[in-house]
Each structure stands twice: as C-alpha cells, then as structure tokens.
T-cell receptor, first 112, second 113 residues
Framework: GQSLEQPSEVTAVEGAIVQINCTYQ??????LSWYQQHDGGAPTFLSY????GLEETGRFSSFLSRSDSYGYLLLQELQMKDSASYFC?????????????FGKGTMLLVSP | KAGVTQTPRYLIKTRGQQVTLSCSPI?????VSWYQQTPGQGLQFLFE???????NKGNFPGRFSGRQFSNSRSEMNVSTLELGDSALYLC????????????FGNGTRLTVT
C-alpha cells in the first residue's frame, strides 16, 4: 500500500519561512500534490510536482525529489491567514487505476 | 462558475440506519471522488467515478457504496451505520482522473449516535 509521513504540527511567527516535509513509500508514483484546509473548510489545491525540482506559486513553493521519495512545501512571508492544515498527496498509477492518497496533514499555527 | 456542492451539510443518524449523500461537481468535470475525513486520520479515499464508472475503490467495507449519474452528479450510500462512521465526507471533482487538481466541496458532516 501507500504511506506518507508528514509532521503533525508546525508553529511559526508572522513573516517567517516554514518548510513542511513529506516522505512517501509507494509504487506507481505519478506525482505529489499539496492541499490547504482551513478549519471547517474544504481542502484547496496549492501545487503539483510531477518532475523533480521546485515549483513556485507566489509565496508558496513545492519541491520534489523522486529518487529520495521526498517533497516539501515552503511557505514564505507567513501571514496569520496561513494558519491551516496542509496535506501532501501522492498520485499513483497501478494496473491502469489512478489513486490519490493523502497524508494525515500538518497543522500550521502562525502567531503574531 | 459554481463550485462543488454537497448536500446535506449536516446529518445526524442512529446506528443501523442508512444514509445517502449527494455531490454535484463543477460543470464540465467528469471525475468525482469521495473521501472520509476523521480527526488524526487525514483524508481516506473511498471511491472514484469517471463517466458513470467506478474507477477505483478504497479499503472500506461493502456498506459503503456509490454511483455516478450521466450528468456527473454522484451519490454515496452508507448502510447499517456504525458509530465509527461519524466523519466529514468530502466530495471532489476534477476534469480527468490523472493529475488534474481536485476541487473539493465543503463536505457533509455525518454524526452517528
């Protein structure tokens, strides 16, 4: 089966930079995605990495190393509104079937 | 355009009952997937539908079932409810079943007493 590991909680202050790591063990790896979920809300898509390297979208960047089965989400210039849960998710393709498996999430708490 | 709509928003049922949850995807999206979210367990994959066909199913008992209609709307059903079925059930739609981003609805909060 698939397994993903990410820290359960991270704390940081406004204006800082924080990195949320995600390691995975899977077969048929296709890509790594990141989703943000505010308390009581719907998860929203942040980024996708299909190839090794860094993808940048405004204050958020995501990195993937397929050889290390590792990725991270980098949040810069943290704002209070970034307090939320962040989920990494791996897309796998096996026997023609595609599955998106989520990690258990990292709760980010940004303080003033 | 309208986002993913899930109904009802909240539901309270008793053990042994059954429940049907509904999901209307974003217009033009043909893939619908369902996830169960419980505290500490993240989002657990239930099933995925594309063009009315179940493409994949997660590791849940047969009490959990679903279907997709020709207009891409989807329903999931849970029979013989158990206390452990209490969770937030999230529906997500996407254009295809590859690496397209998932667009989630606000979920249905099911409480089983």
């Amino acid at each position: 089966g698939q397994s993903l590991e990410q820290p359960s909680e991270v704390t940081a202050v406004e204006g800082a930079i924080v990195q949320i790591n995600c390691t995975y063990q899977t077969s048929g790896f296709y890509g790594l995605s990141w989703y943000q979920q505010h308390d009581g809300g719907a998860p929203t898509f942040l980024s996708y990495n299909g190839l090794d390297g860094l993808e940048e979208t405004g204050r958020f960047s995501s990195f993937l190393s397929r050889s290390d089965s590792y990725g991270y989400l980098l949040l810069q210039e943290l704002q209070m509104k970034d307090s939320a849960s962040y989920f990494c998710a791996v897309r796998t393709m096996n026997s023609g079937y595609s599955t998106l498996t989520f990690g258990k999430g990292t709760m980010l708490l940004v303080s003033p | 355009k309208a986002g993913v709509t899930q109904t009802p928003r909240y539901l309270i049922k008793t053990r042994g009952q059954q429940v049907t949850l509904s999901c209307s995807p974003i217009s033009g999206h043909r893939s619908v997937s369902w996830y169960q979210q419980t505290p500490g367990q993240g989002l657990q994959f239930l099933f995925e539908y594309f063009s009315e066909t179940q493409r994949n199913k997660g590791n849940f008992p047969g009490r959990f079932s679903g279907r997709q209609f020709s207009n891409s709307r989807s329903e999931m059903n849970v029979s013989t409810l158990e206390l452990g079925d209490s969770a937030l059930y999230l529906c997500a739609s996407s254009r295809t079943v590859d690496n397209s981003p998932l667009h989630f609805g606000n979920g249905t909060r099911l409480t089983v007493t």
